[in-house]
């Protein structure tokens, strides 16, 4: 059965190619047969060209990086998921060298904020859920967040930031990626 060939090999996700891959069919053929299967509740659309099997527990993070590549979780997400910040967030929000973009997809809200390229770095694969994703280190998800809020594209709105976790050196580093005075200013009275 092609869910259960699907789950085998961890293929909760994929798009029509990996289909053609597993299956050994041509593009066509897996583009039919996906598309038949929406329609009956088998799969499910996530976006064009990107489904999950529909009975499979959803791992939203990886969504995320599967979703808009490349990209990695960070920002209020990241601090989130490093107790950075005690509340939970509901949107993912990821970074991403490319323009800026919002999808919907099962429900999920799933926001990408263009990250210049010189600091598009900072993550770490890590193992959630059973596979692994791309996130930010705490240090890194912070420097991102202060950056659009210095850039006054986000408002520094979390009083109850626990900065005691984070390594003062990397993080410090990681601000300087972003080449902007105002944000080293800023970053120094969190700490």
Known sequence: MVT?????KSMFLFTPREFTRV??????ASQWFIASYVKRGLFTKLRNGFYALSDAPRNHYLIANKLYQPSYISFETALS????????IYAVTSAAP???????????EYLYRK???DAFTGYVPTAHLGSTILIAEPEKALADYLYFVDLR????????LDPRKLNKRKFS???RLFDRPSLTVLAKTIL
């Open 23 to 28: 299956f050994d069919v041509s593009l066509y």
């Open 98 to 108: 490319k323009a800026t973009s919002r999808f919907t997809a099962d429900g999920v």
């Open 115 to 117: 990250m210049k390229r």
């Open 81 to 88: 998921y490093h107790k950075l910040i005690p509340e939970t």
């Open 153 to 160: 594209l986000l408002e520094l709105s979390y009083e109850r």
């Open 173 to 175: 580093s990681y601000v």
């Open 4 to 8: 259960q060939e699907l789950k085998e």
